[in-house]
């Protein structure tokens, strides 16, 4: 496997890798989508805001994704890349089973991670009723009483923007007391403030849940939103000079507007660069990134043929 020389190896099967690996594989190109099966909305019962397929489930529209680029001869293999090394004639990716592959050009599809604060029956609620993103989850929490869980300074914005889909707000600041300006703001809007520190979620009786603060109070909501601080997923590619850039709410992998990356031949597409990007704005960075790869690959093997032109007729 690791000898044939791949023209891209797409690193993460969700839904920039797999838009990716569709484009290329019509593109006729040698694609191989690695994907570790994690992708960030795995617990949302739908994916929403997505044209034509609003609310299908995250798992059927990447089933649809896989057999899409199969379809057109890409290769997808469920795997985990566990560290890339420079090549001969580009990279040399090493799955953490042993495996190994070689190609031309890497993209780094990997999206990112969640990181949410340490409170106790927080993260096993995350994408159902622990949101985070009113434009993926507003409409199916409308109207419903929200308690923002403060985690940084967008908190206060986050606030705001769910106003939007409720009129029934609690702001819990968690130690992180809003400004008079940010007080102003909330009052306004008809937010309260509840000041006091987070110690776990369980369990409501008239709503959802109960927020537990560590004065003794259970301040029940139905839903509790709360930012992450979100983390690409860069890890495998320390190896080839790939870093993050710090982000105010989280970190990224830069690129420049054709979706390359400081390293030569490695390209990045989706949440592992945009960390605000929905699931149709990562596909389409997806797409967008594999043609501007096939281009470079096209310029590539036209050099080469030109070269060869030029030494077959020196050689006459
Ligand atoms: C709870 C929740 C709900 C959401 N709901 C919506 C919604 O309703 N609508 C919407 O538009 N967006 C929604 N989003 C955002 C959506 O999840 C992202 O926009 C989308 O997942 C980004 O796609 P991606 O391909 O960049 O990354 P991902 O979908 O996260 O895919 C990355 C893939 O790479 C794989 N991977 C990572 N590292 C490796 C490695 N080393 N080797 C191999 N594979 C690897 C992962 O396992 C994963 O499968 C939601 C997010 C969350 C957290």
């Not at 690695?34 to 529209?61: C, F, M, Q």
């Not at 601080?229 to 709410?249: C, D, K, L, N, Y």
């Not at 704005?281 to 080469?304: C, H, M, P, Y």
Request: glycine letters at 12%; one cysteine or more; hydrophobic letters at 45%.
């Amino acid at each position: 496997m690791e000898d044939e020389v791949r023209d891209v190896v797409v690193v993460g099967g969700g839904a920039a890798g797999l838009s990716a690996g569709l484009m290329l594989a019509r593109a006729r190109r040698r694609v191989t989508v690695v994907d570790a099966g994690a992708p960030r909305n795995a617990p949302a019962d739908g994916v929403h805001a997505l044209l034509g397929l609003d609310g299908v489930s995250p798992a059927e529209l990447l089933a649809r994704g896989r057999a899409e680029v199969t379809g057109y001869g890409g290769e997808v293999i469920a795997g985990e890349v566990g560290d890339v090394s420079p090549a001969p004639e580009g990279f040399k990716i090493k799955m953490t089973n042993g495996d190994g592959l070689h190609a031309r050009r890497l993209l780094i599809a990997t999206g990112l991670v969640d990181e949410l604060p340490e409170i106790p029956g927080l993260r096993e609620r995350w994408g159902r009723e622990v949101v985070h993103c009113p434009y993926c989850h507003g409409w199916e929490v409308r109207d419903k009483l929200i308690g923002v869980l403060a985690t940084g300074p967008m908190s206060v914005h986050q606030a705001l923007l769910f106003r939007q889909w409720t009129g029934d707000l609690r702001y819990l600041s968690n130690g992180r007391e809003p400004s008079a300006d940010e007080q102003a703001k909330l009052a306004a809007v008809g937010i309260p403030v509840i000041s006091g520190r987070v110690t776990r979620l369980e369990a409501g009786g008239e709503h959802a849940l109960g927020v537990c603060l560590d004065d003794g109070r259970v301040v029940e909501v139905d839903v509790v939103a709360v930012a992450s601080r979100m983390v690409a997923r860069a890890g495998a590619f320390s190896g080839i000079g790939i870093e993050t850039a710090e982000h105010p709410m989280g970190s990224y992998i830069a690129a420049d507007q054709a979706g390359r990356t400081a390293v030569p031949g490695v390209w990045v597409a989706g949440n592992a660069t945009d960390l605000s990007a929905q699931v149709s704005a990562a596909s389409a960075d997806g797409a967008r990134v594999a043609a501007q790869i096939n281009a470079d690959l096209v310029v590539e093997d036209t050099d080469r043929a030109v070269a060869c032109l030029a030494q077959a007729g020196a050689a006459q």
